[in-house]
């Protein structure tokens, strides 16, 4: 794998805000804060042809981001005004947070793969919602005094309610309004249920969101009402784009690369060793748990470091790995786990 970010990989490593940059002609990458969050920002990437001014992943909703947002526009000679579309990669709040704010401003569409529905805020009551949350916490063998961490409250829900809805999707094969035609989707679920990628061959980028990162492992999660077998899709997704290896990857963290392919095998090699270790821990258990086997897996932070969102991500990610292996068949047998607590 080739580094061509490198100002972005410097600032990565400093962990600062890297700058602005116009990435390939009429294209810039645009970091926008993420606040209380390690991945400390979001790459938003703006899209300039003609009259076509496209938004894509605009990032966190907070007054910095908001700066940081109109400071990258700006470098492109365009102002919010001038947005004609707004596109989200997926339904995450660091993706599509700004969407709303950025289509009352501009009067822009905002842009969604069309398998991603609301599938986490798909609720009408916020409180039964966070009580069924909790309830699953408990069969995935969550410690009493952990739950309210790793479930989801009732602000956190109605946080997700409050993210734009689409108003118009757009699926695999498909050409991007306010691109000049010149971005195709890419269909590829696995960290969420519709997440996409954009294949731009005039420029040679492939924009891959959260699917595909130089470094970090992209978390795919078992969520209630969200894919029934996530890793499953994931992988499957991975194998569809290492067609694209000629084109230079644009992520939504940390920076630029040239090798999508070797990524793209690396990340299923990652993937499966994973849920190898999963498997070996399954059978050395007497009584394993979602929990009981997320502890035991190693973590780059370590376990015990783990709270809030990390915790749940750390525990949903481990149920996806649980899930795979039951739907693999006999093959990979998981007993010992009732049903109850890997079914999302």
């Known amino acids: 794998m080739e580094i061509t970010g490198i100002a972005q990989r410097e600032a990565w490593l400093k962990k600062v ?5 116009c990435v390939a002609v009429g294209l810039w990458s645009v970091p926008v804060v ?23 992943d605009p990032g966190f909703d907070s007054p910095q981001g908001r700066l940081d947002l109109q400071a990258g526009l700006g470098a492109a000679g365009v102002g919010v005004k001038n947005v004609t579309g707004i596109l989200a990669t997926h339904f995450h709040t660091d993706h599509l947070g700004m969407a709303r704010w950025l289509r009352q401003m501009s009067g822009a569409e905002v842009i969604l793969g069309r398998a ?10 916020p409180a039964d919602e966070s009580a069924a949350d909790r309830g699953r916490m408990r069969t995935w063998g969550v410690p009493e005094d952990r739950i309210h961490e790793a479930a989801l409250d009732v602000a956190g829900l109605m946080h997700l309610k409050r993210l734009a809805d689409a108003d118009l999707r757009v699926g695999d094969g498909d050409l991007v309004p306010a691109s000049a035609n010149k971005l195709t989707v890419v269909e590829t679920p696995g960290h969420t249920p519709g997440h996409i990628c954009l294949r731009d061959e005039s420029r040679g980028v492939f924009i891959s969101g959260d699917h595909v990162l130089p470094r970090i492992s992209p978390n795919v999660s078992l969520e209630m009402r969200g894919d029934t077998d996530p890793l499953r899709s994931c992988l499957e997704s991975l194998e569809r784009i290492e067609m694209d290896d000629d084109f230079e990857v644009l992520p939504a963290h940390e920076y630029r690369f040239n090798g999508l392919a070797q990524r793209a095998r690396e990340l299923k090699s990652l993937a499966l060793g994973r849920s190898a270790e999963v498997l070996a821990l399954i059978q050395a258990q007497q009584n394993p748990t979602v929990w009981s086997v997320a502890e035991s897996l190693r973590w780059s932070r370590g376990f015990q470091s783990l709270g809030g969102l990390q915790l749940r991500l750390a525990l949903s990610e481990t149920a996806a790995h649980l899930q795979y292996l039951r739907t693999a068949g006999s093959k990979h047998d998981v007993e010992g786990l009732p049903q109850h607590q890997v079914v999302g």
């Open 34 to 56: 993420f606040p209380r969050n390690p991945m400390r920002y979001t790459l938003a990437y703006v899209l300039v042809d003609g009259d076509d001014c496209l938004v894509i």
């Open 116 to 125: 991603e529905k609301r599938y986490i805020s798909a609720f009408e009551d």
């Open 17 to 21: 805000i890297p700058p602005v940059e």
